[in-house]
């Protein structure tokens, strides 16, 4: 039997494991001593591996290139040649009826890895001419980028994962780490151990909530009241650093006048908690001699995400608990390479390595490198932009390269009108996703096990991944595809592998410049930044307190708390609410495929409701129910449970049958543009 050391696919833990490979298949994993999950895994990182096989559990792996003439003509089985002709051709030809930024491209956060994102969003911008590129972190996290670049600097995690375990305290907020980095919230298990005192803020009881010293049980849709509120006290009882502040930060006296009306007293009709909890536990992380803040999607996915990041960032800021170990504050990335999509530029607004496009330098530079005249300067479109713009006759054409937003995006019929409306649609993914449903054209493409690369994890850390076993079928790597397509386009784009990708993007990006392939393989683990070639990376960020903002100064900032924006009445009275499944990620292509994963739970998703709730409707546990929201309905089956709240629902949404995406709302953050997927207005019906 064969090992061959990779990178777990799944979540940003970036778990280092082993696949176990017989005559050319996928047989098993074992876990390695990664840095980050030290000879463990999770049980996707145990079982995650077999839809490489083509086991055709849920869909066929996609082994050929297929076109479709016309759109009620059935896909055909076509040459690489006539796909890549037939593609070229059709996004020539809207580009120039309509205009570069007409189209509308992705990178991809799953297991392609990061030089397949720095071709796409090369692609987008040097052979389209366009920056509408971006990725999944639209829909995660987004706000966590936004927020903390305009209050520290910088939008990445702070700290390292290995370091969560020594800090002192650790506040979670909005986020369930056992169901999205089981690989995490052991982490904060061994901190618990350790002495560590963990509060909890999260109106479901989560699995992190059993070991915490403190739980505030918040409504849902009250994080910025909480936030603030949390500010006033360490501001009223003199809990902040006065040094640390004078020091290292500016705008106090605003920030203090914002939140001076939010005494924990007036924020208990909003928060529904006590004013004495809400000051203990501030009175807790405050006395902590070294303090972490962790938060989620249920930080992110809100219509007021940025400024909720922005407050979480100054609590840090307030008390001190950034630039040394074992403190910071870490929006824990969803997807195995959300982070990686982010650092190679798959985003409207910065080029590899957050060189903003806005930069004359930065076009300049790349431009150059490109061989083109001049890069784009217009900030692009977001991947949330898509139905409306599609709808209002403004995008064109739509290239989705490993991303299914048929299945993840907020109110689906909204989607589905707006991919009907395109000219035209390009799906290039491993399998026959729903949004491949409405392609044009789908171009087969190599999985992870299948191909080379780099993943960034969540906190920064590059790692590379090898290939295990041979493609199936007539596939390509995702930069080879991206390659023939620029060439056929007029702007030769040939590599011979990812390491000429890779130093190319070196080159380019001085955040990564010392992270050669070579370091890759002899220290296994490099946080970038990596300015140098003898630099090991840099675990926590903000060293000396020098922020990464003009002047070096972090900015306190807090922002008025306002409302869900959808409302519940007597006609939709509850609170929808998506989360995760602990066994499938994101949109369950991949592990939908695999045996093991997909016995855990089958169709159709759950909605898990209060005991009261239920008993108020007439819902027996495991029952089959209608969900429905002012935009769809959907079949569920009720899961009753003391550990949802009152007044809430929760679904996950990578369910085919009881897609819960059918019900939510398209509001969206207005810095952001990430869907409030935390709260839609529904109502639940016994079948
Ligand atoms: Fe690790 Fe995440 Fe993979 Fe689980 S899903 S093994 S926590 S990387």
Redesign the pocket.
Known sequence: MEKHMT?????????K?NLLVENNKVVGAE?LNGV??EG???????Y?WDFINDTKILTPRLKHPMIRRSRDAEFEVVSWDEAIKFTASRLAAVKAKYGPDSIMLTGSSRGTGNESNFVMQKFARAVVGTNNVDCCARVCHGPSVSGLMVTLGNGAMSNSICEIEDSKCILVFGYNAADS????ARRIIKAKEKGAQIIVCDPRRIETARIADMWLQMKNGSNMALVNAFANVLITEGLYNNDYVANFSEGFEEYKATVAKYTPEYVESITGLSAKEIREAMRMYAAAPSATILWGMGVTQWGQAVDVVKGLSSLAVLTGNLGRPNVGVGPVRGQ?NVQGACDMGALPNVFPGYQSVTSPEARAKFAKAWGVESLPDKIGLSITDVPHMAEEGKLKAFYCFGEDPAQTEPDLNLVRKAFEKLDFMIVQDIFMTKTAMFADVVLPATSWGEHDGVFS?ADRGFQRFTKAVDAKGDVKHDWEILGLLATEMGYPMKYKDTKEIWDELRELCPLYYGATYEKLDGLGYIQWPCTTLDAPGTPYLYEGNVFQREGGKALLFASEWRPPLEKVDAEYPLGLCTVREVGH?SCRSMTGNCVALQTLADEPGYVTINPQNAKELGIRDQQLVWVASRRGKVIARASITERTNVGAVYMTYQWWIGACNELTVHHVDPISKTPEYKFSAVRLEAI
Do not use: A, D, M, Q
């Open positions: 990178v777990c696919p799944y979540c940003g833990s970036g778990c494991l876990p980050t999950n463990e895994l999770c049980l996707k990182g145990y995650g980095h089981p690989i995490v195995n994890s990620y």
